[in-house]
């Protein structure tokens, strides 16, 4: 639908769960993230086997990335993972100061609209989830047409029976019609960092 849309996004990858099965359901092979990355999609880091924040020290941490960036690279011609989300939106500070060094941004589950100075570190974003509808997430995308800002939305599947983290086609398809005709431009999280300032920290 994206394609179809002729619109970017991006998908977060930990190489670690390739061909698994898991709550949100199967996961993706090597050619779907070839797929992806031919279409313009942008691959970014979520650690290598989806480990919470919170459940390894900072080095740990740092390594088990290196090591998805890493096997990302050699079986996508050297691709770069430039940008990270925490797993289930656990972030700890040492995390967060960490990576922060390393990828342009870190995104959270927060929820809200990104404004200028944004916190790259701290992205906020929103869920498109059938269970809880698509009602709040349209107003949002209004809201953010008002505000100007930087409305990032996730999910974690688009199925026609979603996982409790994923949505409908047609939900899916909803979000997308609503955010095009807000006159918003759709990127993927790389194209979006070009458009904003980055909030310093203590700022």
Known sequence: MLGDAEVHGTYYTARGLMGMATPVGEMFGRDDLESLVSAGHELACHTFDHALCSDLVTAALVKNCQNNRQRIAEELNGYGLTNFSFPEGVVTLGAKLALSSIYITCRTIEPGINRDP???AFLR?????SQFGISRVKEMIRQNAEEQG????????????PSPYGCTPTEFAEV???AVDSQADILSIVEATERFQVLQPGG
Not at 150 to 161: N, P, Q
């Open 118 to 120: 944004v916190d790259f």
């Open 125 to 129: 974003a929103n869920r498109v989830y």
């Open 150 to 161: 930087w409305l990032v939305l996730y999910t974690h599947g688009v199925s026609d029976r």
């Open 176 to 178: 997308l019609r609503c």
